[in-house]
């Protein structure tokens, strides 16, 4: 019919120049059409949807390992990929009559920069410091690909028997959510504990790639020229040839970067639910070893010297009854250490969230030495589980309670240092219970360690802060406290062990503050909903 109407109307069936835009997109021999070609585009809406999520996870996942500031790295991620993914949409108009060939281009390029983006970041962080730098370039370049991507395949939806712009958006944002999910989901439970962040990713970038040359090849390969096809599939081949050959190398290279991060030999390391963990061990000129413990890079001890900070957190709290001795935190088990060194003591519970610290602390050669096997005394329940709820269903009373929490420098750690975890810590004190809270640096970050104090008096504690030398910390502090009005006098137990590093002088003067790191008066309480410590915390290290 269209050949005929072509011949009455004086002009040639083979003139493609003058037919207009909207005729092209009319339904053709090589316009797609079917149950098929409707699925298949609605599949890569789908899979797209869920690589791209994927991508925006796994760059505020990596911010959270390596700055700690989850909320901060979720914000910039989340804030500059929407922002971005406008632009994308923008610049995607141009080339929407090209919507095929342009789609199959930017999924291709998606899936080399998603896919190699956790390790790229990776070795910025490691070897260039410009992290933060090369996430906003990444994060923008990201969300522009993303975003080009709903617009041209709205485009080749629309192509589909005709289909009415109404329901063409209907369908592909229904496919474009669901896929969502699947990509949110996927990523914790499945790409970070199976492969981890670095391969995950990787894996996804083959999978976008593939959802994208596989779209156009199957549906809309006769809108492409031979020499079109031949480029594209040229150009997937050599992005899938160079995810899959990063995949092979992923463990070596992060090995790699791992190792410029610290100034010892690793000699453990892994990426848990929550954290990274990682062992290094060294041995001076003089034959005298050193096993330090990170958690997302942040050092938790040496070796060395961390009978002085244990000894300083756990035996001023044991001068009374401490039949029944509850630690929070403390996987590595070096607090619980001391704790047994009590024949009298009844009972310990320890509350640590990861259960590959403790696992590592009962198995490790290099900690159980340390700990003196201590999670193998018949006396200790150890029990994998966030201290803050783990306390609103404590029934329990204790004797002693020890927090051993990391620094409050992140959102995750923010709400244990806050008036409601302090609330719940005295309703699992017995009368006359004693608590102590490590509450990190009265010098190099003096707001936050009295902010703590000023938190834990407005909960109901009454406290006496102290500190000891750590040489590889620095001078480091801690609250002792109890319940009530009356603080505690700040002594050793009159059945303490030998100790190294304490004695009722040392106690004595532990109490005393330079008066440029005294007390702060007007420091805010922290709280769940408002948790100041951040603001004391962060940035306080910066000049050191």
């Not at 004695?503 to 408002?530: K, N, Q, Y």
């Amino acid at each position: 019919m269209s050949t005929s109407t072509d011949a009455a109307s004086g002009h040639s069936s083979d003139s493609a120049e003058e037919v207009s835009t909207e005729e092209r997109f009319e339904p053709t021999t090589s316009t797609p059409s079917g149950r098929f070609a409707r699925a298949a585009v609605l599949v890569a809406v789908f899979i797209c949807a869920a690589c791209g999520l994927v991508y925006e996870l796994a760059l505020v996942a990596l911010g959270s390992y390596l700055i700690g500031d989850t909320v901060g790295q979720a914000s910039i991620v989340l804030s500059l990929m929407v922002f971005a993914m406008g632009i994308g949409a923008l610049a995607a108009k141009p080339l929407q009559r090209w919507a095929a060939t342009a789609f199959a281009i930017v999924e291709i390029l998606l899936a080399l920069l998603g896919g190699l983006s956790v390790l790229g970041l990776y070795a910025a962080f490691a070897w260039l410091s410009l992290y933060m730098p090369a996430l906003i370039a990444t994060t923008l370049v990201l969300g522009t690909l993303i975003g080009a991507e709903i617009p041209l395949l709205m485009v080749l939806l629309q192509r589909i028997r005709q289909q009415e712009a109404g329901s063409a958006v209907a369908d592909l944002f229904a496919a474009d959510y669901v896929g969502a999910l699947i990509g949110g989901l996927a990523f914790p439970f499945l790409l970070l504990p199976w492969f981890g962040q670095i391969q995950g990713a990787l894996l996804v970038g083959m999978l976008n790639a593939a959802a994208g040359l596989g779209l156009v090849i199957t549906v809309y390969r006769r809108e492409l020229t031979k020499r079109a096809t031949l480029l594209l599939v040229v150009a997937a081949l050599l992005a899938g040839g160079t995810l899959g050959g990063a995949y092979a190398f992923a463990d070596t290279f992060e090995m790699t970067a791992r190792q410029a991060l610290y100034s010892d030999p690793v000699v453990h390391a892994q990426r848990t639910q929550y954290q990274e963990v990682v062992l290094t061990r060294s041995t001076s000129l003089s034959g005298r070893s050193d096993t330090r413990l990170f958690l997302n890079g942040d050092l938790q001890f040496s070796s060395v010297d961390e009978h002085r900070y244990h000894e300083a957190l756990v035996h001023p709290a044991m001068a009374g009854e401490h039949s029944r001795v509850l630690i929070l935190g403390g996987g590595d088990g070096l607090a619980l250490r001391e704790v047994l060194r009590y024949p009298d003591v009844e009972q310990v519970t320890l509350v640590e969230m990861d259960p590959a610290v403790l696992e590592l602390a009962r198995t490790d050669p290099r900690l159980t030495t340390l700990n003196k096997h201590a999670f193998e005394d018949p006396r200790v329940t150890a029990i994998a589980a966030d201290a803050f709820s783990w306390l609103r269903d404590n029934e329990q009373r204790y004797d002693v309670v020890l927090v051993d929490m990391p620094d409050p420098d992140s959102t995750a750690t923010a709400k244990l240092y806050s008036a409601e975890f302090y609330a719940l810590l005295r309703h699992a004190m017995a009368d006359g219970a004693r608590v102590t809270v490590q509450s990190g640096s009265p010098y190099f970050a003096p707001k936050a360690f009295w902010c703590i104090e000023t938190t834990m008096r407005r909960s109901g504690l009454a406290t006496v802060p102290y500190s000891v030398s750590v040489p590889s910390f620095g001078q480091w502090g801690f609250q002792l406290a109890r319940k009530g009005t009356s603080p505690p006098a700040l002594r050793l137990p009159t059945n303490a062990p030998p100790l190294r590093s304490l004695d009722p002088a040392t106690l004595r003067a532990a109490t005393i503050f330079p008066p440029d790191r005294d007390r702060i008066p007007g420091l805010e309480v922290s709280t769940l909903m408002h948790p100041t410590i951040l603001e004391y915390s962060r940035g306080a290290w910066q000049n050191y």
